[in-house]
T-cell receptor, first 117, second 112 residues
Framework: EAGVVQSPRYKIIEKKQPVAFWCNPISGHNTLYWYLQNLGQGPELLIRYENEEAVDDSQLPKDRFSAERLKGVDSTLKIQPAELGDSAVYLCASSLFPSGSSSGELFFGEGSRLTVL | GNSVTQMEGPVTLSEEAFLTINCTYTATGYPSLFWYVQYPGEGLQLLLK?????DKGSNKGFEATYRKETTSFHLEKGSVQVSDSAVYFC???????????FGKGTTLSVSS
């Protein structure tokens, strides 16, 4: 079974440029997450989707960040314009919960590492 | 809200040494507890989990017991290997049980 797929793995951009990250979750997983991981820190939740609905986006900086999951499968996270402080790893994860409970286990992709110059 | 605190690293050990990485939590209700591991160049992967008090999660020689009385979930391994070198994250479900909250991670380096 294929895992969570993210692209690109690495992205280097100049500040004020836009950037987008793509995520394809594990087939059948209705819940999709975007997490932010700063260097030396643990992942922090940005947004959670149940199917195509963003049910928790309270930690997403909405002035420059946006996300979508139009058909309830793939998702895109966008930053426009990027700032120096956005340099980090953006992680996508998927899970079966809240339904078909796996007691909270999340399956992560390898992440997209962003460097803003 | 729920939170987790884990010991800071790095932790440096020789092969076959005993490992303990401390993790304590603050939570409302009864969260599930997890240890995730991130090997160099790879994504986060679940190492073990426990869903209720006194449960013991185990995998690959690692163990952790859900201790409600001490609000702890310490990770242990009796004999570490070089291949265990990685970053270890303690995590728990949030108050709504809909996402995970992670600690800052502990880097383990094992030398031969």
């Amino acid at each position: 079974e294929a895992g969570v797929v993210q692209s690109p793995r690495y992205k280097i951009i100049e500040k004020k440029q836009p950037v987008a990250f793509w995520c394809n979750p594990i087939s059948g997983h209705n819940t999709l997450y975007w997490y932010l991981q700063n260097l030396g820190q643990g992942p922090e939740l940005l947004i959670r989707y149940e199917n195509e609905e963003a049910v928790d986006d309270s930690q997403l900086p909405k002035d420059r960040f946006s996300a979508e999951r139009l058909k309830g499968v793939d998702s895109t996270l966008k930053i426009q314009p990027a700032e120096l402080g956005d340099s980090a790893v953006y992680l996508c994860a998927s899970s079966l919960f809240p339904s078909g409970s796996s007691s909270g286990e999340l399956f992560f992709g390898e992440g997209s590492r962003l460097t803003v110059l | 809200g729920n939170s987790v605190t884990q010991m800071e690293g790095p932790v440096t050990l020789s092969e076959e040494a005993f490992l303990t990485i401390n993790c304590t939590y603050t939570a409302t209700g009864y969260p599930s507890l997890f240890w995730y591991v991130q090997y160099p160049g790879e994504g986060l992967q679940l190492l073990l989990k426990a869903t209720k008090a006194d449960d013991k999660g185990s995998n690959k020689g690692f163990e952790a017991t859900y201790r409600k009385e001490t609000t702890s979930f310490h990770l242990e391994k009796g004999s570490v290997q070089v291949s265990d070198s990685a970053v270890y994250f303690c995590a728990l479900t949030n108050q709504a049980g809909t996402a995970l909250i992670f600690g800052k991670g502990t880097t383990l380096s094992v030398s031969s």
